[in-house]
């Protein structure tokens, strides 16, 4: 019996540590937000370090998700996580249809697919310059109304 406890109680004990690291793990992921996106793109231009770099980023968002407050949510934590360079565009698109496969990108095409209105779907486009932060959407499908929201500054 006692040999039996000294096998089993260091794997006990293993299994409890680990079990730990992964809740903590799972908690953290609790902060993380309630919906799902795909950066399809992001390309920062070759001017490293200067004030006239740029970086570009497409990024597929999931429909049934998108409201003003997730896109604050993504483009606050996308602003932070790629704080260089200065100017940061974002294009979010939810429309497949939008998203360049890799064999579009890599050839010229000389015929594009009938495409729907662009106000079939949602889409948003988030821009950084000289510290403002601003991003413009259209809330509701069929209108060509869109809204803007200024995140930072007023120097748009």
Known sequence: ??????????????????????????????????????????????????ISSSREMLVFFDEKSFSEQNLRTLFNQLSEKYSNPYQLTIRVKTNWDDIPTPDECNRASSSQPDKKDIDDYHWAIFLRHNGNELFRYNPTLKDTNVKTVVLKGNDF
Not at 5 to 22: A, K
Not at 25 to 44: A, E, G, H, Q
């Open 1 to 50: 019996m006692f040999k039996v406890l000294i096998v089993i109680l260091p794997m006990l004990l293993c299994s409890l540590i680990i079990g730990g690291q992964n809740n903590k793990y799972l908690n953290n992921c609790d902060s993380n937000p309630k919906f799902r996106y795909i950066i399809v793109s992001n390309f920062v231009s070759d001017k490293k370090r200067s």
